[in-house]
T-cell receptor, first 114, second 111 residues
Framework: EPEVTQTPSHQVTQMGQEVILRCVPI?????FYWYRQILGQKVEFLVS????????KSEIFDDQFSVERPDGSNFTLKIRSTKLEDSAMYFC????????????FGPGTRLLVL | DAKTTQPNSMESNEEEPVHLPCNHS???????IHWYRQLPSQGPEYVIH???SNVNNRMASLAIAEDRKSSTLILHRATLRDAAVYYC????????????FGTGTKLQVIP
């Protein structure tokens, strides 16, 4: 069964450094998402992406965040200058249709900012 | 976003049915009702969704009230693997392109 994959599974970085989290969505999916989950808290929507542009973003997704689909397979989340409070699990998801259809989530990247 | 209300936690004995309730009294006509679950240390996993009619799949059943202000996820025979946080989510097909997770119901399955 096709699945969403994410790399790396864990990332440790110093405050102020840039990180890029990578995702490979399911191949025939058209809609892509990033969520984050701070330890012990709920899953929070960050951004949705369709047709090579952001279709929706939350108030969390400020100027330090960006997303890109650099080729036909990868979907990346870049955090330009990490802060301690960016430490969280980051989940990528994809869906064949709009957000009210089933979203398939990856296993996540655990980001720790020191 | 229309909000959902779920109990914080529930318990079930293994191999017994589980009924997980969700209230969504402010649901709009364009909101789909989705259920996801999150096993420990994993990403959310789709369980089932519906709009107006009851739905069945290999994982669960979804019973939607006639007025759509509440729904119930039914696991027919709970297994230890079903221990997870279950999220009831409304996804608006007519508005914002996002899905909002609540705090969900933590289901404990007792052997």
């Amino acid at each position: 069964e096709p699945e969403v994959t994410q790399t790396p599974s864990h990332q440790v970085t110093q405050m102020g450094q840039e990180v890029i989290l990578r995702c490979v969505p399911i191949s025939n999916h058209l809609y892509f998402y990033w969520y984050r989950q701070i330890l012990g808290q709920k899953v929070e929507f960050l951004v949705s992406f369709y047709n090579n542009e952001i279709s929706e973003k939350s108030e969390i997704f400020d100027d330090q965040f960006s997303v890109e689909r650099p080729d036909g397979s990868n979907f990346t989340l870049k955090i330009r200058s990490t802060k301690l409070e960016d430490s969280a699990m980051y989940f990528c998801a994809s869906s064949p249709g709009p957000h009210w259809e089933t979203q398939y989530f990856g296993p996540g990247t655990r980001l720790l900012v020191l | 976003d229309a909000k959902t209300t779920q109990p914080n936690s529930m318990e079930s004995n293994e191999e017994e049915p589980v009924h997980l309730p969700c209230n969504h009294s402010t649901i709009s006509g364009t909101d789909y009702i989705h259920w996801y679950r999150q096993l420990p240390s994993q990403g959310p996993e789709y369980v089932i969704h519906g709009l107006t009619s009851n739905v069945n799949n290999r994982m669960a059943s979804l019973a939607i009230a006639e007025d759509r202000k509440s729904s119930t996820l039914i696991l027919h025979r709970a297994t230890l693997r079903d221990a997870a946080v279950y999220y009831c989510i409304l996804a608006d097909s007519g508005g914002y392109q996002k899905v909002t997770f609540g705090t969900g119901t933590k289901l404990q399955v007792i052997p």
